[in-house]
């Protein structure tokens, strides 16, 4: 009677155990915030996107005496950004490409390093030049956007074009369409070239702290790829195994007919 007492407590612990792995929610995100009905998410420290070489800059000089401040802005031209051609009749005002020693070259001020800088500090380093000669300037930077490209298992893998400086992880994967049922969701690779290295950090998207993560918010030609999880993975396998049964069956029968077809060759004769 002891004997058939644990097995049945036993038959009723596995069954639990079953039933709560079936059941378990691995497709939300933010899971080890609970059930709470509000609160204050994790923060890191406040972020401004760095300028990087091949950056395209949008850079205009004005003052209260705009003649005296317009030597310092490229002449206007009928196109915008580039690798985009505009036909429309209105100028626009021509940007900085960022060299491969962080310089960009303004007329009359010439050569300035802009490179690891924010847009604000690029702001403060060019009005502080354009003081020397121009009472009261103001000077306005703008980043003309950013490219990343998101990969993996989301329902629209593609290279996104970026047009603010702020673009978070989320934002990446809602323009991609959102993970597929077979996204690893705890397992989001975010690969990011610092300094001339590769370097990839891993954001699990269950966890409420990826907000305060460095990676959270994307720079430029970032890549975000989201791995398959293990029923894509299983599926895949089960797949290519089914293809190679296929295939060996397909060839033993093309064999087996050939056999056949010489056998009856040879009884004919």
């Known amino acids: 009677m002891r004997i058939k007492n644990l097995i049945i407590t036993a038959a009723i612990i596995l069954a639990l155990t079953g039933c709560k792995t079936a059941t378990e929610n691995t497709l939300s995100y933010f899971r080890n915030l609970g059930d709470s009905p509000s609160g204050v998410m994790p923060q890191g420290s406040g972020y401004e996107i760095k300028v990087v070489p091949e950056d395209e800059l949008a850079i205009i000089v004005t003052s209260k005496v705009p003649e005296a401040s317009a ?18 009749p209105n100028p626009k005002i021509q940007t900085y490409i960022v060299d491969r020693q962080g310089d960009i070259i303004m007329p009359v001020l010439g050569r300035i390093n802009v490179a690891g800088k924010t847009t604000r500090e690029i702001e403060q380093i060019i009005n502080l ?13 703008e980043l003309m956007g950013f490219n990343i490209n998101v990969m993996g298992e989301v329902k629209n893998p593609h290279r996104i074009h970026v047009a603010s400086e702020r673009f978070t992880l989320l934002d990446a994967l809602s323009a991609a369409g959102d ?12 690969i990011r070239e610092e300094n ?5 950090h891993r954001m699990n998207l269950a966890d409420s702290n990826i907000f305060s993560s460095p990676y959270f918010y994307l720079q430029q030609n970032d890549v975000v ?10 599926n895949s396998k089960y797949n290519q195994n089914n293809a190679y049964k296929l295939t060996v069956i397909s060839t033993i029968v093309s064999a087996t007919s050939v056999i056949a077809s010489l056998v009856i060759a040879l009884v004919a004769k």
């Not at 206007?76 to 580039?82: G, I």
């Open 71 to 88: 030597m310092f802005n490229q002449p206007q031209a009928n196109y915008a950004t580039r690798g985009e051609y505009s036909a429309q």
């Open 129 to 141: 030049k354009v003081s020397e000669t121009v009472k009261d300037p103001f000077v306005r930077v």
């Open 179 to 190: 993970l597929t049922e077979f996204g690893e969701r705890s397992n989001v690779l975010v």
């Open 196 to 200: 001339g290295h590769q370097t990839y």
């Open 225 to 234: 790829y989201v791995e398959p999880n293990q029923i894509r993975i299983d």
